[in-house]
């Protein structure tokens, strides 16, 4: 069948992913028959047309009130048809039933869970859109196409065959997000890593006025998240000039202004003030100055 057979070709034929699985679950395996060849499955053909005569067209004018009922009459057709002695053979089919059952395997422990299978785009967010829901998938792979397994609970992501991760599929309002920490590039790692709490606790370690100035920055913006990529570039400062540097930068800035930007410390620490000896003078009263 067409849905089940995506290509065939003289060397090959590609299988349905989804129908693939289903008989990988059942430990069997799909083999197609030829193209315009009936006779390769013509017992199989055959029984169908009977079980149409047999049972469909018997029941046709019944009337049922209930699935439980119409599959009673169905299972009564079935077992008469079953017992049926063959037309061209000895025996009937629930006989040979009976001699190749003791080969059969046992169904598996847990019924097969249809999935869904779709190609998607890693993004630059490191994110793919499945459903207008957004997944992550490890940054290494921005821009390229990846294919998307999904089963009611879990959302799978597959790259050359292998699977790089995995997510519980979302449910409900589009757009929400589902990023995991180890899919990020280290930049974005820092950011998740680092709360308002943690640079205060950072910048008291280094002295007063760096404390003094985080806060600044964290206060003055409308969501503290905000500013922490200026909290985050405060302390690649210090790594870069040493704590004591940055304290010394810190003072001499909040000397200028009582909410120095990063930017104000840059300058001090590039140009060396930090460094200058000589106090800020505290600025004179004028009676033209309020």
């Not at 069997?28 to 055959?46: F, L, M, N, Q, S």
């Not at 449910?171 to 997000?177: D, E, K, R």
Request: aromatic share 8%.
């Amino acid at each position: 069948m067409k849905t089940g057979v995506e290509k065939t070709g003289r060397d090959e034929t590609v299988i349905n992913k989804t129908y693939q699985e289903m008989a990988e679950h059942y430990e069997t395996a799909v083999i197609p028959a030829r193209v315009r060849a009936p006779r390769d499955k013509a017992t199989v053909e055959g029984t169908v047309g009977i079980i149409s005569t047999w049972i469909l067209a018997a029941l046709r004018n019944g009337q049922f009130l209930s699935l439980q009922e119409l599959n009673k009459a169905i299972r009564e057709k079935l077992m008469i048809f079953l017992q049926k002695p063959f037309q061209k053979k000895d025996g009937s089919r629930q006989a040979a039933f009976a001699e190749e059952k003791p080969f059969l395997l046992p169904l598996p422990k847990s019924a097969f869970e249809l999935a869904e299978w779709k190609l998607a785009t890693v993004g630059y967010n490191y994110h793919i859109s499945v459903q207008s829901q957004n997944y992550s998938v490890p940054f290494e792979y921005i821009k390229q196409r990846v294919e998307v397994r999904q089963t009611t609970n879990t959302l799978e992501v597959l790259f050359e065959g292998n699977r790089i991760c995995a997510h519980p599929r979302l449910h409900g309002h589009p757009g929400q997000y589902s990023t995991m920490e180890s899919h990020m590039p280290p930049d974005h790692q820092k950011y998740v890593q680092w709360d308002g709490d943690r640079f205060k606790r950072w910048a008291a370690k280094v002295g007063d006025h760096t404390l003094t100035v985080v806060r600044s920055i964290l206060e003055s913006r409308k969501v503290e998240q905000q500013g922490y990529k200026a909290c985050m570039a405060l302390l690649k400062l210090a790594d870069q000039y040493s704590s004591h540097r940055l304290e010394a930068a810190c003072e001499r800035a909040l000397g200028y202004t009582q909410a120095p930007s990063f930017k104000n410390i840059q300058a001090i620490l590039r140009t060396g003030q930090d460094k200058q000896t000589d106090k800020l003078l505290p600025p004179r009263h004028h009676r033209n100055m309020d």
